[in-house]
């Protein structure tokens, strides 16, 4: 998947930093710390931060079926106390980041602002192994 940002980069003519990056749940999290803060240390002047899930191959999710991990009656239940497990699925999500002065000046439509950004690990803790 690594050669996949450059691909993109040079189909979509853009120039500076691309990569891609794996840290598993976070990795959205991760890229867009990591953009953030590319534009507040004046890298770069524009941010393209994007993240995907493909569902390629069955093995992972019999794993995780095998594993008790996937709920049973195929229903994500995020916060609630009938929840019995996740729900894997295919999506895409991109936001497109600049400073807020550049986004005034150019007259943009503004949407949202990020005021802060951080990424952590827990250390020793429960994590993907409950």
Not at 36 to 63: C, F, H, M, Q, Y
């Amino acid at each position: 998947l690594s050669p996949a940002a450059g691909r993109l980069s040079y189909s979509l003519g853009l120039k500076g930093a691309s990569m891609v990056v794996d840290t598993a749940c976070s990795s959205s999290l991760v890229a867009l710390h990591l953009a953030v803060n590319s534009l507040r240390n004046k890298e770069s002047d524009l941010a393209i931060v994007g993240g995907v899930n493909l569902l390629l191959a069955p093995t992972l999710s019999i794993n995780f079926t095998k594993a008790r991990m996937l709920a049973t009656d195929g229903r994500c239940k995020t916060f609630d106390a009938s929840a019995n497990g996740y729900v894997r699925s295919e999506g895409c999500g991109v936001v497109v980041l600049k400073r807020l002065s550049q986004a005034i000046r150019d007259g943009d439509n503004i949407l949202a602002l990020i005021r802060g950004s951080a990424i952590n690990q827990d250390g020793a803790s429960g994590g993907l192994t409950v």
